[in-house]
């Protein structure tokens, strides 16, 4: 399980405008370098709705390059989270074809650099607190399945619904295209119990994201916030959970962000032993 370690897009660099995530222009390649030094296989890539086409990914020379880099520096590229469509999500949004036409372009990059699950954020400015919201987006979304299908590709949902909510939504759609991305932050600082999700949802979730929050709070370092890891830990085992584990962590405070991973791998080393 711990073998499957990999590390969110960023957070090994300094912060660009002083963000906690976005996607770092500046520095994008020496992640690949930084994280191969702290033995991490695995880079979830990400992408913002700001300078959106000027992400490498729709550069046919810099995919190439990044290709390239995952062989140097023994590097996979399974997870992308779309930051930007949390940042502009469709429902709200007058120009819902064109966001919707963005993500379909997006989606067909992905493939090009062995992308098999695109994160769907539905927190935060893109929760969806209404009923009608939740029907646009099962309807909107469930048109992609062939397409995802077809390229190997699956769109896994990050939500901040109740477990029941999440089962209900997710039974919408067809297991071969989408599943959860489970964030253990976002969990605890709802107040959600790990085990009734584990419950509820646990088969259809294919990619985590390892952070701490405080309840109702924002991030923290490992093990200061509401996280029980190692209550984490025997729920992985017993659900027999093998995929991926994405260390979206909180930055470090005194811009030593390689610093903080690498002490996150040691805390999450000692607990998942």
């Not at 030094?37 to 046919?60: C, G, S």
């Not at 036409?101 to 990059?109: A, D, E, G, R, V």
């Not at 695109?118 to 992609?144: A, G, H, Y």
């Not at 769109?155 to 599943?179: M, R, Y």
Request: glycine residues 4%.
């Amino acid at each position: 399980m711990i073998n499957k370690l990999g590390v969110m897009q960023g957070r090994l660099v300094p912060p660009e405008s002083k963000k906690i995530q976005s996607f770092p222009h500046k520095n994008w390649k020496k992640e690949f370098y930084k994280a191969n030094k702290l033995d991490i296989k695995f880079i979830e890539w990400t992408i913002d709705k700001e300078n959106f086409y000027k992400n490498p990914i729709f550069d046919e020379i810099k995919i190439k390059e990044i290709n390239n880099l995952k062989k140097k520096f023994n590097i996979e590229i399974k997870t992308v989270t779309a930051d930007f469509f949390m940042q502009e999500p469709f429902w709200k949004n007058n120009n819902s074809q064109k966001i919707i036409k963005k993500l379909n372009i997006f989606t067909l990059q992905c493939a090009k650099i062995g992308i098999e699950y695109i994160i769907i954020p539905l927190v935060d400015n893109s929760s969806l607190k209404k009923i009608n919201n939740i029907k646009k987006i099962i309807n909107t979304l469930k048109k992609f399945t062939k397409i995802l299908i077809y390229n190997k590709i699956k769109f896994l949902f990050e939500l901040d619904l109740t477990p029941t909510l999440v089962k209900k939504f997710i039974q919408n759609f067809s297991t071969k295209a989408f599943g959860i991305n489970y964030d253990t932050g976002n969990s605890a600082s709802n107040g959600y119990n790990a085990e009734e999700e584990f419950k509820f949802y646990a088969k259809y979730i294919e990619n985590i994201h390892i952070k701490d929050r405080i309840l109702y709070g924002f991030s923290v370092p490992l093990g200061h916030g509401n996280v029980n890891f190692s209550n984490l830990s025997q729920l992985l085992r017993k659900y027999k959970y093998k995929k991926l584990l994405i260390l979206q962590t909180a930055r470090s405070k005194k811009n030593k962000d390689f610093n903080e991973i690498k002490k996150n791998l040691e805390f999450l080393k000692e607990k998942f032993k």
